[in-house]
């Protein structure tokens, strides 16, 4: 099992920027893929960004494309995610997840396929 712990949300005004931090401890060697999933109020689970940890490969969803970036600090077992150009609608709970299995273009962003979640962090984005 890997436990994961987000840090890093807050609030900030449309056009800022944020860097999450997902740390990981426990079976971190068996975790292929790391993600990022996000949830406003009302809203269903959105899968925000993927990376494969071995390989480097990323993933995003296409409301975030181009202005978030995930990448890994495998030294310390940490996956970021810097947020740039935020926007009122990237408002939610942002969770970080972590698998076995490595992404694929074609699974990476559902949540079912996940086995560990962090507790998530708060990202408020205010226009």
């Known amino acids: 099992q890997v436990q994961l712990v987000e840090s890093g949300g807050g609030s900030v005004q449309a056009g800022g920027s944020l860097r999450l931090s997902c740390a990981a401890s426990g079976s971190t060697s068996r975790s292929k893929s790391i993600a990022w999933f996000r949830q406003a109020p009302g809203k269903e689970r959105e899968a925000v960004a993927a990376?494969?940890?071995?390989?480097?490969?990323?993933y995003y969803g296409a409301s975030v494309r181009g202005r978030f970036t995930i990448s890994g600090d495998f030294a310390k077992n940490t996956v970021y995610l810097q947020m740039n150009s935020l926007k009122p609608e990237d408002t939610a709970i942002y969770y970080c997840?972590?698998?076995?299995?490595?992404?694929?273009?074609?699974?990476?962003?559902?949540?079912?396929?996940?086995?560990?979640w962090g507790q998530g962090t708060q990202v408020t984005v205010s226009s």
């Open positions: 990376l494969y940890t071995i390989g480097g490969n990323t």
């Open positions: 997840a972590a698998r076995q299995e490595r992404p694929y273009s074609g699974d990476w962003y559902l949540s079912s396929g996940y086995n560990d």
